[in-house]
């Protein structure tokens, strides 16, 4: 087939749609495997960083996105008729939920609007962004098998208003996976899901990702997919809700959850550990699970452990936020009037994302209960929380004195938590970052 051997001797040209934290390490990728890759992108300011070589994402060291630029590997472009010189596009989009907790795929439909008069015979459009199952068929295709006719080998000597999924036009869902800060798993070496809307689709697109990935796994369908990646993230959201839910229980039985957690982990078999926090963040496991709660009921189905796990985590910045009080006041302080400083407000440790990070949330209720709040947080200098700027202050040992109390809400490595321990008058640590530090001026969540 033409198209796969174009992919496999370096002829083809790739498009990707979005070069966000998905999109640029996947274009990075395409390019140091030796594609020409096109960035197609709606930011002006995103385009033309990348095509200056710089990095506004930490897993594309800026040295290595410049010497791709440099070498003719990479471009961007807000110019969306350009798709029509590419072989392939990659859509890698927001799919966010709106306030019904529906999912909103307005930024599919839009990117594919976008390309779609300039698909051509012998192309390969697949779907990366997180979605439910048979939005790859159900919405994208439509749109894509109607648009054709302006790209680089679409015949004008003949008429031809639409192209034929799996005949003249290939479709295929690849769920992204990734885990921003991940120093062992990337885009390359994280095996790469694929499903095909026919299975000539996923003939293609196998041989797509094979050409730049270290493993592909073929699947049946793009629906079949579309529910693996699903099943991925759900399966955090549920056990993190249980051991949450078993901290809340925990605290009332004055049991530590995290030594349970850690006493149970060292059963070889038959058990994973799953730790408590103050509520999910990240673009995925917050999200993805209501897709397939809205989509089940489509089908009369009611996904009551999704909906669960979600009202269980969504509440842990509320039972957060209910614990200071209960601490401060055992010191005869009221919240109002007190000074709290946060350690880390980013999602996970080490990382300078903010997405839907549950310190958003916990920041929100302290200023609504007048806490007077400071945070400090190395990799992320300043963030907005309930209509106010706040931006991060140097950890110093006077700092953490003058808090009434430090709420540690990311771990981050760089953090002297026992210098923490040693200076602050009471600190609420929901994520174990004192572990091993006896004080009883210590609270664990």
């Not at 594919?112 to 390969?124: C, D, K, V």
């Not at 000597?157 to 991940?182: H, I, K, M, W, Y």
């Not at 697109?205 to 579309?226: H, K």
């Amino acid at each position: 087939m033409e198209l796969k051997e174009r992919f496999a001797d370096r002829s083809a040209v790739f498009g990707v749609v979005g070069l966000g934290y998905v999109g640029l390490p996947l274009a990075t990728e395409m390019a140091k495997a030796g594609h020409r890759v096109l960035g197609l992108e709606v930011s002006e300011e995103k385009a033309a960083l990348v095509n200056r070589g710089e990095s506004y994402i930490p897993d594309v060291p800026t040295p290595e996105l410049a010497r791709l630029v440099a070498d003719g590997l990479i471009e961007a472009t807000t110019d969306f008729s350009r798709a029509g010189a590419c072989d392939a596009v990659v859509i890698c989009v927001p799919t966010p939920l709106n306030k019904a907790k529906e999912p909103d795929v307005s930024c599919i439909t839009s990117a594919a609007e976008s390309i779609a008069p300039y698909l051509h015979t012998n192309m390969l459009v697949a779907l990366e962004s997180t979605t439910y199952p048979g939005t790859t068929e159900e919405v994208l295709r439509p749109i894509i098998e109607r648009g054709g006719g302006q790209g680089k080998l679409q015949d004008t000597s003949t008429e031809q208003d639409t192209l034929t999924v799996g005949e003249s036009l290939f479709l295929a869902f690849s769920p992204e996976r990734v885990d921003p800060g991940n120093a062992v798993y990337q885009t390359k070496n994280t095996p790469k899901l694929v499903g095909g809307v026919t299975p000539a689709c996923t003939e293609v697109a196998t041989a797509f990702y094979e050409s730049f990935l270290d493993t592909v796994v073929p699947m049946s369908s793009a629906r079949a997919a579309e529910m693996a990646k699903l099943l991925e993230n759900i399966f955090r959201c549920v056990n993190i809700a249980l051991v949450n839910e078993l901290l809340m229980l925990s605290e009332r039985m004055d049991i530590d959850i995290w030594e349970v957690v850690d006493a149970a982990k060292t059963k070889p078999f038959g058990f994973m550990p799953f730790y408590p926090g103050p509520g999910l963040g990240g673009h995925c496991i917050p999200i993805d699970p209501f897709y397939l709660a809205w989509k089940a009921r489509e089908y009369d189905f009611q996904s009551e452990f999704i909906e669960l796990a979600g009202r269980v985590n969504e509440n842990m910045p509320y039972y957060v936020v209910q614990r200071l009080m209960e601490a401060l006041n055992a010191e005869g302080k009221a919240l109002s009037i007190s000074r709290v400083l946060i350690l880390g407000v980013a999602y996970k440790a080490d990382i300078g994302d903010m997405r839907k990070s549950p310190a958003i949330r916990i920041s929100e209720l302290l200023l609504a209960k007048g806490a007077d709040l400071v945070y400090h947080d190395p990799h992320v200098p300043e963030f907005d929380a309930g209509g106010k700027r706040l931006s991060s202050l140097e950890l110093t040992r006077e700092e953490v004195a003058a808090a009434d109390a430090v709420l540690i809400l990311t771990a981050h490595t760089s953090v002297n938590h026992r210098m923490v321990a040693e200076n602050a008058r009471m600190v609420l640590d929901t994520r174990n970052a004192l572990r091993g530090i006896e004080c009883d001026r210590v609270v664990r969540l």
